[in-house]
T-cell receptor, first 109, second 114 residues
Framework: GQNIDQPTEMTATEGAIVQINCTYQTSGFNGLFWYQQHAGEAPTFLSY??LDGLEEKGRFSSFLSRSKGYSYLLLKELQMKDSASYLC??????????WGAGTKLIIKP | DAMVIQNPRYQVTQFGKPVTLSCSQTLNHNVMYWYQQKSSQAPKLLFH???????NEADTPDNFQSRRPNTSFCFLDIRSPGLGDAAMYLC?????????????FGPGTRLTVT
């Protein structure tokens, strides 16, 4: 079956760095998306990886290892506004998104 | 700004009373999606349209129907809401299907069933 695993919740301190991991199993693979979702709001697109390696975009970076079925989202210089859920979604061979349940990130001062 | 709009943001309905949620987009995207998301769970795809071509997910209950009268608008009809249908309903769009375009989400409609 198709499956996404990510931690349910993480806590980090303002100004620090946090890494949110995601493992996936899909029928075929057409890339890995990360979305940010603030409580009660819609998901917003953060990143897309289809090739192995690290993609950096400001304070946020996303990494992919296709051979390991593994990705992570790295958030640097954490700000209070980064408190949100971070959803990992893998695209299968039919271009359908398989979504994780999200990792709730709590930032403490 | 081009966007995805959902109305209403909050909807309360009674058990068994039909309800319609609406979505519109100014992005001129070909694909529109309806997701159901319950608290701390992954969004669950209910169905999607590629232009007028309707695609129903295999496990979407018959209680859920959809209409797309034109490119801009898409509706979700819940014929007889049950307590288990209380959730956030998210509308999303993407330019095309069969590729890796990102999805753009509306703000969602939170449905309460009393």
């Amino acid at each position: 079956g198709q499956n996404i695993d990510q931690p349910t919740e993480m806590t980090a301190t303002e100004g620090a760095i946090v890494q949110i991991n995601c493992t996936y199993q899909t029928s075929g693979f057409n890339g890995l998306f990360w979305y940010q979702q603030h409580a009660g709001e819609a998901p917003t697109f953060l990143s897309y990886n289809v090739l192995d390696g690290l993609e950096e975009k400001g304070r946020f970076s996303s990494f992919l290892s296709r051979s390991k079925g593994y990705s992570y989202l790295l958030l640097k210089e954490l700000q209070m506004k980064d408190s949100a859920s971070y959803l990992c979604a893998a695209m299968d061979s039919n271009y359908q998104l398989i979504w994780g349940a999200g990792t709730k990130l709590i930032i403490k001062p | 700004d081009a966007m995805v709009i959902q109305n209403p943001r909050y909807q309360v309905t009674q058990f068994g009373k039909p309800v319609t949620l609406s979505c519109s987009q100014t992005l001129n995207h070909n694909v529109m999606y309806w997701y159901q998301q319950k608290s701390s769970q992954a969004p669950k795809l209910l169905f999607h349209y590629y232009d007028k071509d309707f695609n129903n997910e295999a496990d979407t209950p018959d209680n859920f129907q959809s209409r797309r009268p034109n490119t801009s608008f898409c509706f979700l009809d819940i014929r007889s809401p049950g307590l288990g249908d209380a959730a956030m309903y998210l509308c999303a769009t993407s330019k095309q299907t069969g590729n890796t375009d990102e999805q753009y989400f509306g703000p969602g409609t939170r449905l309460t069933v009393t």
